[in-house]
Nanobody, 112 residues
Framework: QVQLEESGGGVVQPGGSLRLSCAASGIVFTLRTMAWYRQAPGKQRELVATETRERVTNYADSVKGRFTISRDENTVYLQMNSLKPEDTAVYYC????????WGQGTQVTVSS
């Protein structure tokens, strides 16, 4: 079993930055992909960024050039720069081995 715990959400003005963290605990040595998803009110959950164990990254078009995913041992980060109001959402950490694991989510609000 794997547990994921996110931190780093909050309220920021447009153009600002935030860094999200997600720490994995439990049986973590078999984890493959770690990723961030987000879900805005009234919308479906969408993929934001992924990083595989081989350090291959992938980003949603809407965040390319603004967000950076990185991974350090059992922690995955999401550096978010040049934030826009449309980035407002609950951000979820995801990881997989033969199962899928989700964190509880952390709220990010971009508002002036």
């Amino acid at each position: 079993q794997v547990q994921l715990e996110e931190s780093g959400g909050g309220v920021v003005q447009p153009g600002g930055s935030l860094r999200l963290s997600c720490a994995a605990s439990g049986i973590v040595f078999t984890l493959r992909t770690m990723a961030w998803y987000r879900q805005a009110p009234g919308k479906q959950r969408e993929l934001v960024a992924t990083e595989t164990r081989e350090r291959v990254t992938n980003y949603a078009d809407s965040v390319k050039g603004r967000f950076t995913i990185s991974r350090d041992e059992n922690t995955v980060y999401l550096q978010m720069n040049s934030l826009k109001p449309e980035d407002t959402a609950v951000y979820y950490c995801f990881a997989d081995d033969i199962f899928h694991y989700w964190g509880q989510g952390t709220q990010v609000t971009v508002s002036s």
